[in-house]
């Protein structure tokens, strides 16, 4: 059995299995409240895992492990961020929005923010609420379905439009049978697969490079390169805004409805949230360390990849039989459905139930959500196709607009109170449009670009919604 043959095989026992559960929940999802929270009926192993999945998208594995091949021990800065940003939303955001969300008996993070019926301007926060998050979920989504791409054409040699097609359509078809529960139990079993992966694929990358003296050997052999500089060789004001740019990346972690929607769906109960607290930060640890492992050691053994982001692709065919490499393409697989059929969720959601647009066709909420989800999914295809290619970066630009449109909202709203409705829609438009306007309107090499693009845009935010808070608090 040749190598393509096994993974191939691997690869569609797997699929089967995500669309076996996709059927069995398609019993369980009758209304809206099934259909996009679950009933706020999930467990603490699901809502950890499945959040942690959702949150950690191909870019974790592909673009983590790609980053720290390319720059050294300079992305070691990524890790304290991305494990920051699990702390910020688990131990204190988590708690406070979802009573906050059953308090207002809201089942989107829109609803949530935009307050109950009669708030002032409540129409105008929707809309431009739910605009920014099909904007930034569409590019978000397009970047999966081409990490999906990268994949097959790496381990298949076919095209990256045929690759394109065959993981977009998986997603797809298990995110219109069950809905929510289908998509946070199959991001349960993609999470699970994605930590193992991120276990048994470092050791496996150590043992090959001599095992630790010779790891440690391997990465200081590349110190003529300015692998081993935690600043990547930059002046000093340069290498500020290199780190605060990455560490930015953490803020953006409250302000992702895609995830944050578990802490809305988690079951009542302290013991829940501890319990899916745990999981959720040890899930963090493992993979994000593992994925920095993968990079240094892949570049030690494979010195000359011409794409960094395919590292982890290639170390698995190098180093696995090819029934294991199997396993270990479908965690990659499962990074991108986990996070793609979230995204689709939540985009679904802001059609029919925060926009509304539907509201007088003779179709079910039900039938209605899972026609948009096939029609947001197929632009996000031809998006995947026409667009870019480069992951990190349109993963990024996506994480740093809604997280700085809605995390510093979300997070003020929650443990403080409500914001004033003008501030409110001007802290969410300002933190967005900074955002955007960092990403297009300076060059890559810029000097705080990074920052600029996810610090400042985040700090901004909070300072105008804390403003409103305040001003919301006056007689």
Not at 80 to 93: A, D, E, R, T
Not at 376 to 382: F, N
Request: charged share 10%; hydrophobic share 50%.
């Amino acid at each position: 059995m040749s190598r393509e043959t096994a993974i191939l095989i691997t690869l569609v026992f797997y699929n089967i299995c995500l669309v076996g559960i996709g059927l069995y929940y398609h019993r369980r999802t009758r209304s809206g409240v099934d259909f996009y929270l679950g009933g706020r009926h999930l467990g603490p192993l699901v809502a950890a895992i499945s959040s942690s999945a959702s949150s950690s998208s191909a870019w974790t594995l592909l673009g983590v492990s790609g980053a720290a091949y390319a720059w050294g021990l300079s992305a070691l800065w990524l890790f304290p961020s991305c494990v920051g940003g699990f702390c910020i939303n688990w131990y204190i955001l988590a708690p406070a929005l979802g009573k906050l969300s059953r308090d207002r008996e809201a089942l989107t993070v829109t609803e949530v923010l935009a307050g109950p019926p009669g708030t002032p301007l409540r129409k105008a926060f929707t809309t431009v609420a739910s605009l920014i998050i099909l904007v930034s979920l569409g590019t978000y989504v397009a970047s999966q379905f081409q990490a999906a791409g990268k994949t097959f054409s790496e381990t298949f040699g076919i095209s990256t439009v045929e690759s394109i097609l065959i993981g977009s359509t998986i997603v797809v078809f298990y995110t219109l049978l069950g809905g929510f529960w289908a998509v946070s139990v199959t991001d349960t079993l993609q999470g699970v697969l994605m930590a193992l992966t991120a276990l048994v694929l470092p050791v496996a990358s150590i043992v090959a490079v001599g095992g630790f003296p010779g790891f440690v050997d391997g990465v200081n052999a590349l110190a003529g390169e300015g692998y081993l500089s935690l600043t990547r060789n930059l002046a000093p004001v340069a290498a500020l805004g290199f780190i605060f740019g990455l560490l930015g990346i953490g803020l953006g972690y409250p302000g992702q409805p895609h995830v944050v929607n578990r802490f809305m769906a988690l079951r009542k109960g302290s013991d829940s949230l501890k319990r899916a607290r745990r999981i959720a930060i040890l899930w963090a640890v493992v993979v994000y360390a593992g994925m920095l492992l993968v990079g240094f050691s892949g570049r030690i053994l494979i010195p000359d990849l011409g794409d960094p982001e395919v590292v982890f692709i290639a170390l698995t065919t190098q180093l696995f039989h090819p029934v294991l490499a199997g396993v270990m393409v479908a965690a990659v697989l499962s990074a991108i459905m986990s996070t793609a059929d979230s995204q689709l969720l939540v985009a679904s959601s802001t059609v029919t139930h925060d926009l509304q647009l539907a509201r007088n066709s003779s179709l079910s909420m039900l039938t209605q959500s899972r026609i948009v989800v096939f029609v947001i999914s197929s632009g996000a295809v031809l998006a995947a196709i026409l667009g870019s290619k480069e992951i990190f970066s349109q993963v990024l630009f996506a994480w740093a607009a809604m997280g700085s449109a809605f995390g510093p909202l979300l997070l003020v709203e929650s443990l403080k109170g409500p914001v004033e409705p003008r501030l409110k829609l001007a802290a969410m438009v300002t933190g967005f449009v900074l955002s955007v306007g960092a990403f297009y309107l300076l060059p890559g090499g810029a000097l705080w670009k990074g920052s600029l693009e996810r610090f400042f845009p985040f700090i901004v935010a909070l300072a105008i919604a804390l403003m409103g808070y305040r001003l919301n608090r006056r007689p």
